[in-house]
C-alpha cells in the first residue's frame, strides 16, 4: 500500500512565500475556500493555509486546517504538476473531509488550466 506523507517540504513556510502566490497567484473560488496558485520550480505541489479568526474560534480554525490539510494529502497523486497553494478560508458550516476533498481537486484543476493558457 502506497503511503502518502505531507512533508516539511511539502508547506509553503514564511511571508515571502506567502506573498509570492498572493501578489502573482491566480485564483478560483470553490465554495467556501479561495484557492490561489502559482507555478513552482520544485515539481510537486506545496501547500498553505490562511484561515481567520472570522472563520470561528481556535478548535474549529484547527480542525478545518487538519481536514484541508488530509484532503491535500489523500489527493497529492492527483494534483496537477508543481504549484504554490494557499487556501483562504471564508466563514462557513463545517464540511467533512469528502467534501473539502472534492472541492480542492476541483480547484486544482481549475488552477491548472489557468496557468495552461
Known sequence: MKRFAFTHAQRLHGKLAFAAVFDAGKRYYAGPLVVIGIPNEVGFCRLGLS???????????????RL???????????HPGGYDIVIVVRKHDLLNQAEYQTLLLKAMSKLDGKWQK
Do not use: D, P, Y
Open 68 to 78: 484541508l490539510r488530509e484532503s491535500f494529502r489523500l489527493s497529492q497523486m492527483e
Open 51 to 65: 484561515v481567520s479568526r472570522k472563520v470561528g474560534n481556535a478548535v474549529m480554525r484547527h480542525r478545518i486546517k
